[in-house]
């Protein structure tokens, strides 16, 4: 529960915020989450594919 709170606590705040890749014409691609920054670089993490943008060409491995 004591983690819940925290991540509850750093959206609040705004130090976690929710991210989302689109293209244009192809929609949302990938999300993910920012975690932090470095002087203005925002670090992302958490990055997923999602399932509508997995037989993209860009996104096909």
């Given at each position: 529960m004591a983690a819940l709170e925290e991540e509850a606590t750093r959206v609040a705040d705004g130090r976690r915020i929710s991210v989302l890749a689109e293209a244009p014409g192809e929609g949302a691609?990938?999300?993910?989450?920012?975690?932090?920054?470095?002087?203005?670089?925002?670090?992302?993490?958490?990055?997923?594919?999602?399932?509508?943008?997995g037989s993209a060409g860009s996104a096909r491995r």
């Amino acid at each position: 529960m004591a983690a819940l709170e925290e991540e509850a606590t750093r959206v609040a705040d705004g130090r976690r915020i929710s991210v989302l890749a689109e293209a244009p014409g192809e929609g949302a691609l990938a999300s993910g989450w920012r975690c932090g920054w470095v002087d203005d670089v925002a670090e992302i993490a958490g990055v997923a594919t999602l399932p509508s943008a997995g037989s993209a060409g860009s996104a096909r491995r």
